[in-house]
């Protein structure tokens, strides 16, 4: 398996589009840091004294809102609880919120990158078969005393990767570009989380990778689904311009569904966000992070069950 991943590696890197998409990432980041630095120059961030008082004001309207909305809205009264659980904790223990620009707040802004980085693994599955095909090089790939389940867990397994070094090319390359332009905070900055109906303190630093990670969810799902619709229907156009339709499209009509129909927790999208669970409000009441998990792995499931079915029968001689 090892060499088949190898072989799918580098004949990866062999196209000039696969560098192009580092090299994107990359420019994004530069960018990205760019800018940032360009407007905390010519916007000096200064120090809130009153940001007491401001939280003071927006924890009456916290309350207000989970004494009116909460009470016919579960989702909702979680939310206020933690808004409100979140500014008492940080007025008691004198937390004002960040205002200077430093690693770790960069770092989290370049998270909009990972919406590239899916567009990129999208391209990439949804090729890794149909190009076999359009190319004619699939009789020669098949010819080999090698069974078809390897070939095609092999060319899955690479997009995975190829997800994965592009993923820990954004972490590192923004870790360095937020050091080098805005340095470490003055004082340690952990992250506040709700959970359990509490508030506790966590390591930025671990965050920031669980976040990383958990935003990679929906991109892994589509790549995934496109990686099927290549295996199955042989046509990467297909594959890409559905996958980018959903990619975009796909979360926001969920959420416009889920305020109407409760069976809309059965839909993909609906269950991609799992740090919603962790320090957020589920989209639909009564979602737990065991189902939006089970719905995942049944979708993973039959994804690769429809890829490896059709390809592993399909007859290649024509």
């Not at 004001?57 to 808004?83: H, P, S, V, W």
């Not at 889920?258 to 009564?286: H, Q, R, S």
Request: aromatic share 12%; glycine share 6%; proline share 3%.
């Amino acid at each position: 398996m090892g060499n088949l991943i190898i072989n799918e590696w580098t004949k990866l890197f062999r196209r000039a589009g696969t560098l192009v998409m580092f090299g994107l990432v990359i420019l994004l980041v530069i960018g990205i840091s760019g800018f940032s630095k360009y407007d905390t120059i010519k916007h000096p961030p200064q120090e809130n004294k009153q940001w007491k008082q401001e939280l003071e004001q927006q924890l009456k309207d916290d309350r207000a809102g989970l004494k009116e909305i909460g009470k016919n809205n579960a989702n909702m009264k979680t939310y206020f609880e933690r808004e409100i659980a979140l500014k008492e904790y940080r007025i008691k223990h004198d937390m004002a919120p960040e205002t200077e620009e430093n690693v770790w707040s960069f770092v989290r802004k370049a998270e909009e990158v990972i919406s590239f980085i899916g567009i990129f693994m999208i391209i990439v599955a949804a090729g890794m078969v149909s190009s076999e095909f359009s190319w004619g090089t699939i009789k020669l790939l098949l010819i080999r005393p090698i069974s078809r389940s390897r070939i095609l867990l092999s060319k899955y397994l690479t997009v995975l990767l190829f997800g994965i070094t592009l993923l820990a090319t954004l972490f590192i390359l923004s870790t360095i570009s937020g050091f080098l332009l805005f340095g470490l905070p003055e004082k340690e900055v952990p992250f506040l989380a709700f959970t359990n109906g509490e508030v506790v303190e966590r390591s930025i630093v671990i965050q920031l990778v669980v976040e990383y990670l958990l935003s990679s969810i929906d991109i892994l799902m589509i790549a995934t689904m496109a990686f099927m619709i290549s295996a199955v229907f042989r046509n990467s156009n297909l594959a890409i311009g559905l996958s980018l339709f959903l990619l975009f499209m796909g979360g926001s009509v969920t959420m416009l569904l889920a305020g109407k129909f409760e069976w809309t927790k059965y839909i993909l999208f609906a269950n991609t966000d799992l740090t919603v669970y962790f320090d957020g409000v589920p989209p639909i009441e009564g979602m737990t992070l065991t189902f939006s998990i089970a719905m995942l792995l049944l979708y993973f499931a039959l994804f690769q069950i429809l890829s490896f079915m059709v390809f592993t029968k399909r007859d290649v001689a024509a």
